[in-house]
């Protein structure tokens, strides 16, 4: 009797601490979802910081930059094809929808190229990332996306989106740098005149 109840006693006792174990877990689970969340939200603050950044050609041309990706490139700061792809999905799909399934899903989806599909890689994204309330990971975004499209040749893919940003950025520089050398041919054709007229007085 008195072993049968010493038994009892030890299985309430390991019952007692599995429960506590769980919860232990439970709370090491959930803060990981929101630290998820929260560095899906700096990524994007990060992305849109870069967006300011490289509309203000003042702050990084002067010191011999003469693409935003030589930028990136250079100071480490992000790789320049996931800025891209940032920007890619920014004009594709919208503030709302990078809100609502994070930068990772986000980028993903904009790779798929059929519209429909894209709508669907949208929709699941945004019920899993209720459902799980976190960011979603890369291989869970992955995951969803390629159940409606699987891409092929995807180095060659950011290696285009790579290229288009940084002749983007060359072509911005030329149409500046073409509207200063216009600006400095109008001052010295106002000041060539100035002189001749002064000459011809003087004469």
Avoid at 73 to 90: L, V
């Amino acid at each position: 009797m008195m072993a049968a109840e010493q038994g009892s006693r030890k299985e309430r006792k390991a019952m007692g601490e599995a429960a506590v174990d769980r919860r232990e877990l439970d709370e090491f689970v959930a803060t990981a979802r929101r630290l998820r969340v929260e560095a899906d939200v700096a990524e994007r603050a990060l992305m849109e910081h870069l967006i300011a950044g490289e509309a203000n050609e003042d702050l990084w041309r002067p010191h011999g930059f003469s693409a935003f990706a030589e930028v990136l490139s250079q100071t480490d700061i992000c790789k320049p094809s996931r800025y891209a792809r940032y920007k890619a999905a920014k004009g594709l799909l919208g503030d709302d929808v990078i809100a609502a399934v994070g930068v990772t899903g986000s980028v993903l989806a904009a790779e798929v190229p059929d519209e429909g599909a894209r709508a669907k890689v949208v929709e699941h994204m945004a019920a899993w990332v209720a459902a799980n309330e976190t960011a979603l990971s890369e291989q869970t975004a992955k995951a969803i996306r390629n159940r409606h499209f699987r891409p092929s040749k995807r180095p060659r893919v950011l290696a285009r989106m790579d290229r288009v940003a940084e002749l983007d950025a060359e072509v911005k520089a030329l149409r500046k740098e073409n509207r200063s050398l216009h600006g400095e041919v109008t001052r010295l054709t106002k000041a060539l005149a100035e002189a001749e007229k002064k000459l011809a007085r003087s004469g």
